[in-house]
Nanobody, 126 residues
């Protein structure tokens, strides 16, 4: 049974940086597609970044492209989201997600992921 535990959220000033972590349980991490989504109050949960398993290259939402970097450490069963040049509009609860079998065209679709982390609050403010 897959479980995801997130950490690394917090308060950061505009222009600052923050890195989120998502720990994946079990021994099938390398084969799973992993994604990051975020949800601000009053908004729907939106796609941020995702990658297929087995070394798939990450894709990014236009709003974060060039500022956020997703990576995986297979030895630690952990996926990361490095966030830089943060803006107030990046403020949200960030969720990691996992699924065993997504195709590339489905990576950005919230409804396609079977497993979710508990969420991590990221607040960008002076």
């Amino acid at each position: 049974q897959v479980q995801l535990v997130e950490s690394g959220g917090g308060l950061v000033p505009p222009g600052g940086s923050l890195t989120l972590s998502c720990k994946f349980s079990g021994n099938t991490f390398r084969t799973y597609a992993m994604g990051w989504f975020r949800q601000a109050p009053g908004n729907e949960r939106e796609f941020v970044a995702a990658a297929k398993g087995n070394g798939g290259r990450p894709i990014y939402a236009d709003a974060v492209k060039g500022r956020f970097t997703m990576s995986r450490d297979n030895a630690k069963n952990t996926v990361y989201l490095e966030m830089s040049s943060l803006k107030p509009e990046d403020t949200a609860v960030y969720y990691c997600a996992a699924d065993c079998c997504l195709i590339t065209s489905s990576l950005g679709l919230r409804s396609q992921y079977d497993h979710w982390g508990q969420g991590a609050q990221v607040t960008v403010s002076s």
